[in-house]
């Protein structure tokens, strides 16, 4: 049987990301990317910063060294961040919640590397997203699906199969801090972790 890919029009939701949480929050986003750690995260966010943006719906981020770090520690690690932080395995609207790995900070693509760690969230209950570059993201294995870094500084969400998000604009000032603007799928905001 053959499959094709035909690209088409889908509802997306405007999200933001930054190292450090802005504050204020700015306005007009529909939900946000949280830094949960990882060696290569430039910061992991701290329960104030989660607090500020408690009333979104928030993506959580792990940003390992592949080549470096042990997948399977960095799944556990990252497990061990979900639960202190009573990240739900599911929601009222959603069958799992998805998490994000961060894959362009170390040695990529690596897909065996990306199956254990990523293995270690999915088999608690989590769906796994990957976020990386174009030259190596499609290296990757899609898991639950990709998030493109893309910065064009248009809005759009990147044609390829399986990519549910896009990092479109970095360096964006807010009033808070500067932040990079993100599009997502909006069936994919709907299985983030949800404000409770």
Known sequence: MRSDWTPGYVQVAPGFDAAHCPDPVPAGYEWCMVYAGGSSATHAWDAAELALVAKLPRLPVWVPTPGTDDPVTAGNAFLRWLTVHNVPKTNARSDHTR??????????????????????????????????????????????????????????????????????????????????????VVDLVRQMWQPS
């Open 99 to 184: 998490v994000m790995w961060d894959m362009e900070t170390g040695q990529e693509p690596d897909p065996a590397w990306l199956n254990k760690a990523a293995g270690v969230t999915a088999a608690a209950g989590y769906r796994n997203l990957v976020y990386g570059s174009i030259s190596t993201l499609f290296g990757q294995p899609a898991r639950s699906g990709y998030v493109v870094a893309n910065p064009t500084g248009v809005l759009h969400l990147y044609q390829h199969p399986n990519v549910v998000a896009t990092q479109y604009a970095f360096d964006v000032k807010t009033p808070g801090g500067e932040i990079d603007q993100d599009v997502a």
